[in-house]
C-alpha cells in the first residue's frame, strides 16, 4: 500500500493490511526528495507484507475475488511474475468496513518460480538457464488452473 505521507494515514494503513494478512507490515521510505509533491528523503510513504506458501495463496484467493476473478494477459511480465491492483481493500471478501481507519487501495505483486530457482542465487553458482525461467504462457497455464481465474 503506498499512501505517499506518513504519520496517522499510514498508520491506519499499516493496520487495515495486518487484519488483512495476518502479518505485521513493514514501512517503506522514500527513495529521494519532490519538493513540489513534499515527499523527504527517507521519510516512510509505503507498507508492505510479503507472504509465501499456504498463507500468499489463501490472500490470492480473496484477492482474485475482488476483482472477479479476472485478470488481463498484460498484467504478466516475461518472466512469469504479475501484478494487480484492488482499489478498495474492504471489496476483499471478509472485510467489513471501520470508518476509523477508512478505505485503502494496494497493489498486489505475485513472484512465481520454479523449484532451484534459488540455487542461481547462491555466490558460487552460476546464472539459472533459459529452461528454469517461467515464460508467461506457464505461469498463466499455472494461476489459470490453480486458482480457476478467466484471463
Not at 488483512?20 to 526528495?33: D, M, W
Not at 506458501?53 to 476473478?69: D, H, I, P, S, T
Not at 481507519?101 to 532451484?116: A, E
Request: hydrophobic share 35%; with cysteine.
Amino acid at each position: 500500500m503506498s499512501i505517499g505521507q506518513s504519520g496517522e494515514q499510514l498508520q491506519k494503513a499499516m493496520t487495515v493490511l495486518e487484519q488483512l494478512t495476518g502479518q505485521k507490515p513493514c514501512q517503506r521510505v522514500a527513495k529521494k526528495t519532490i519538493k513540489e509533491w513534499g515527499i523527504r528523503k527517507m521519510e516512510p510513504m509505503a507498507c508492505m507484507v510479503t507472504l509465501r506458501k499456504q498463507a500468499a495463496e489463501g490472500f490470492l484467493k480473496r484477492a482474485f475475488e475482488a476483482v472477479g476473478n479476472k485478470l488481463s494477459a498484460s498484467s504478466f511480465d516475461d518472466y512469469g511474475n504479475f501484478a494487480f491492483g484492488i482499489g478498495k481493500h474492504i471489496d476483499i471478501p471478509g472485510t467489513k468496513y471501520d470508518p476509523g481507519l477508512g478505505i485503502f487501495g494496494m497493489n498486489v505483486c505475485v513472484s512465481v518460480r520454479k523449484p532451484g530457482h534459488r540455487v542461481g542465487r547462491k555466490s558460487r553458482m552460476k546464472p539459472i538457464g533459459k529452461r528454469q525461467r517461467i515464460k508467461p504462457e506457464e505461469a498463466i497455464t499455472y494461476i489459470r488452473s490453480r486458482f480457476g481465474l478467466s484471463i
